[in-house]
């Protein structure tokens, strides 16, 4: 059975910096595309990174480019989130995703999130 766990969240001050890590089982981690989400208060779900399969490409939402870095350990089955220089908008449940493809459907995983508040 598929599982993503993710921690590392909590409480930070605005300017300070997190690292998000998200365990994977149940599931051929290595061969998946991995995404960190999140969703504010009110607000909808939105996709902050991702990370492909063997770390070649990443790509970083606009609010978090230079900011956040997704990385990846398949021997450990973990993908992280290293967050600096955080704002009080960056506040939100952080979701680990995973993209499994198979020849004719895809299986998307999630965990049960994460809370980071930057708040002074």
């Known amino acids: 059975q598929a599982q993503l766990v993710e921690s590392g969240g909590g409480l930070v001050q605005p300017g300070g910096s997190l690292r998000l890590s998200c365990a994977a089982s149940g599931f051929t981690f290595s061969s998946c595309t991995m995404k960190w989400y999140r969703q504010a208060p009110g607000k909808e779900r939105e996709l902050v990174a991702s990370i492909t399969s063997g770390g070649g490409s990443t790509n970083y939402a606009d609010a978090v480019k230079g900011r956040f870095t997704i990385s990846r350990e398949d021997a450990k089955n973990t993908v992280y989130l290293q967050m600096n220089s955080l704002k009080p908008e960056d506040t939100a449940v952080y979701y680990c995703?995973?993209?499994?493809?198979?020849?004719?459907?895809?299986?998307?995983?999630w965990g049960k999130g994460t809370l980071v508040t930057v708040s002074s």
């Open positions: 995703n995973a993209r499994e493809t198979f020849r004719y459907y895809t299986m998307d995983y």
